[in-house]
């Protein structure tokens, strides 16, 4: 079970800096020279201040997370990070200078714990396999909102009851009586 909590996590710390990496990186923008192309200089520098990320993630790893994250809740990278515009040197995306920054990290972590007990769970089960559990993502609850958006539950309206007995028949008493 922790191996699969252990993959879980990595599996969506991926996703994340998948995501982080691509909004450091402007779109359409070349990249620098030598940035790890074959006879180019220097690799890029490895990120910086990474809590949920393994510490090894690249920026091309990240890209791709950071930009799930950008969709499932509708901003863009100056939501949580200090950004100023595509390529602008004075961004700064280690920095911790926003709080949603660290609500971010805290809702990755959910979200990987909500996975693993999940997955676990229904594959206990024997009905599936750990990779046929559907995962919770950003998406899930955020549904394209900063803010998460969960509809309030409308239950069903009371159905009768076999054999033509009305709605809350046989029911207790109302009261005072």
Same mark, same amino acid.
């Given at each position: 079970?922790? &191996? /699969?909590m252990?993959a879980?996590?990595a599996?969506?710390?991926m996703?994340? *800096?998948?995501? /982080?990496v691509?909004? $450091?990186?402007?779109?359409?923008?070349? =990249?620098?020279?030598?940035? &790890?192309?074959?006879?180019?200089?220097?690799?890029? =520098?490895?990120?910086? #201040?990474?809590?949920v990320?393994?510490?090894?993630t690249?920026?091309? $790893?990240?890209?791709?997370?950071?930009r799930?994250?950008? *969709?499932?809740?509708? /901003?863009? @990278? &100056?939501? @949580?990070?200090?950004w100023t515009?595509?390529?602008?040197p004075t961004n700064?995306?280690?920095?911790d200078?926003?709080?949603?920054k #660290?609500?971010?990290?805290?809702?990755?972590?959910?979200? #990987?714990q909500a #996975?693993?007990?999940?997955?676990? *769970?229904v594959?206990?089960?024997?009905q599936k396999?750990?990779?046929?559990?559907q995962?919770?993502? @950003?998406a899930? @609850?955020?549904? !394209?909102? =900063?803010?998460?958006?969960?509809?309030?539950?409308?239950?069903?309206a009371?159905?009768g009851?076999? !054999?033509g007995?009305a709605? &809350?028949?046989?029911g207790?008493?109302p009261? !005072?009586r």
């Open positions: 079970m922790k &191996g /699969v252990k879980a996590l599996v969506g710390a996703v994340l *800096a998948t995501s /982080v691509s909004a $450091q990186a402007p779109q359409g923008a070349p =990249a620098p020279a030598g940035q &790890g192309r074959p006879g180019g200089g220097a690799p890029p =520098a490895p990120l910086k #201040n990474l809590q990320f393994p510490k090894e690249t920026q091309a $790893q990240i890209l791709p997370t950071m799930a994250f950008e *969709a499932a809740l509708q /901003v863009e @990278c &100056g939501h @949580c990070h200090v515009g595509p390529g602008v700064d995306f280690s920095s200078a926003k709080p949603q #660290n609500i971010a990290r805290a809702m990755i972590r959910m979200v #990987n #996975n693993e007990q999940i997955t676990a *769970a594959a206990a089960g024997g396999t750990a990779a046929q559990v995962k919770v993502t @950003c899930t @609850c955020h549904r !394209g909102s =900063a803010v998460p958006m969960v509809p309030e539950y409308q239950p069903p009371p159905a009851r076999p !054999g007995a709605p &809350g028949a046989g207790p008493p009261p !005072g």
